[in-house]
């Protein structure tokens, strides 16, 4: 049986400008939002804003999103080119700049940060450094994860080492560490960060966030590697299968209960779909999953309430454009599941209009009935509306859907 296939392309019904979203637009308060119509933004913020007066950062990428237990508002990235770090190495224009951004998969000056909002995503406190690179490592690709029997909050990144000499044409991944550490309370305090045994020599994070299956089984995925897994709560963790193919990569439970393994196929611009029926361990066979209306970019999926498959993703009107061009009009696509396991691509909402890129979906049930059938987005975006993205900022936007 087939996994999906797409029928339709989405529709758009809102636009977020890029001045609004730098305004800082909180929108109506929650508890006015029930009647507002499917694919209403209705709340905007600045996580992460590196134009910002005393910002410790030059840039930020690769965000990922939780909502904790006690409704605080978790936003993950990585904190790119920190300024007047003693002992930060590396030819910072690799990590950010026009054209040089176009080649960030080389930058070595990386940290991983977290920002708090308790207030539902109106304002953010201070940027947490948990992770901070130095002559030695840099890190990357923080994936947020909540246990919701615990309400732990774990969170997986990967730490890398930087080479005696910096090769400006070789990639910065090469063995690396998968890394993991808790929070035992919402994310304010953080244990150490501890390895998981057996991880490859290469780049194993993933992007967007983790999830926790109905069985209760903790899965992280990582890029083409297949997943992370925990079945005690964190205590221990493996490795499933290797997938041994894809890239960066995002998994979602179906209401079957079977696992979706979704990843990005760079060369062919679409996207390579796989199936587990045994919550993560292993996966069937590959299925090219063709979104044209996707451009070289990951997605973050994420399965609602009502059993709908969201989509977050760039959307540029001509598809054919090269990378990094075509990064832009960040959409909230909705897939709806039928009985043969396809999917048709419908309902959607420009969330941002201007130049994005990676983005994250987080539920926000926790905030209580106000919020009821609404998603929250993160995702990257260029502070001054200008292509290609420069990655100066992460959005925060509340979406119903």
């Known amino acids: 049986m087939a996994i999906f296939t797409q029928s339709c392309l989405p529709s758009v019904a809102t636009v977020a400008t890029v001045a609004a979203v730098l305004a800082g ?46 409704g605080d508002l978790l936003v993950f990235a990585e904190g790119r080119a920190p300024r007047a770090r003693p002992g930060a190495r590396g030819n910072l224009t690799l990590c950010y700049g026009q054209p040089a951004s176009l080649y960030d998969w080389k930058c070595y000056a990386k940290d991983i940060v977290a920002r708090r909002s ?31 029997d615990s309400g732990t909050v774990w ?12 090769n400006p044409g070789a990639s910065a991944f090469r063995n690396c560490t998968q890394l993991v550490r808790s929070s035992g309370d919402n ?30 089984r903790l899965l992280f995925p990582r890029n083409g590697k297949g997943s992370l897994l925990s079945d005690d709560h964190g205590k221990t963790w493996y490795l499933g299968s290797d997938l041994l193919r894809g890239g960066e990569s995002q998994a ?11 990843m990005r196929a760079e060369i062919t611009y679409n996207y390579v779909w796989l199936r587990s029926d045994d919550g993560g361990r292993t996966f069937g066979p590959p299925v090219v999953h063709d979104v044209p209306f996707v451009p070289d970019c990951p997605t973050s999926i994420l399965l609602d309430s009502r059993g709908r498959l969201l989509l977050s993703h760039p959307n540029p009107a001509n598809h054919t454009l090269p990378l990094p061009l075509g990064r832009k009009n960040l959409t909230l696509s909705v897939g709806l599941l039928d009985p043969s396991g396809s999917v048709e691509w419908d309902d959607a909402a420009v969330v941002f209009a201007g130049p994005s890129a990676y983005s994250s979906l987080t539920a926000v049930t926790e905030w ?34």
Not at 34 to 51: C, E, F, K
Not at 155 to 166: E, G
């Open 252 to 262: 979602v439970q179906l209401p079957n209960g079977s696992v979706l393994m979704q």
């Open 25 to 70: 637009l909180t929108g109506e308060p929650l508890g006015a939002t029930a009647t507002s119509p499917p694919g209403a933004v209705v709340r905007r913020a600045m996580a992460y804003n590196a134009t910002e007066a005393g910002s410790s950062y030059l840039g930020y990428r690769i965000p990922s999103a939780v909502v904790a237990r006690n």
């Open 118 to 148: 308790t207030d539902q995503g109106k304002t953010f406190g201070a940027v947490q450094t948990l992770a901070a690179c130095n002559s030695s490592v840099f890190y990357t690709n923080p994936l947020g994860l909540v246990d919701r």
């Open 155 to 166: 969170l997986a990144y990967v730490r890398c080492p930087i080479p005696a000499t910096i």
């Open 187 to 216: 994310g304010v305090t953080w244990s150490a960060d501890a390895a998981v045994p057996g991880t490859t020599p290469q780049n194993d994070g993933g992007v967007g966030s983790g999830l926790q299956l109905s069985s209760g």
């Open 368 to 401: 209580g009935s106000g919020a009821a059938g609404m998603v929250g987005v993160i995702y990257e975006l260029s502070t001054d509306g200008k292509e290609p993205v420069d990655f100066e900022g992460v959005g925060f936007a509340l979406v119903k859907v």
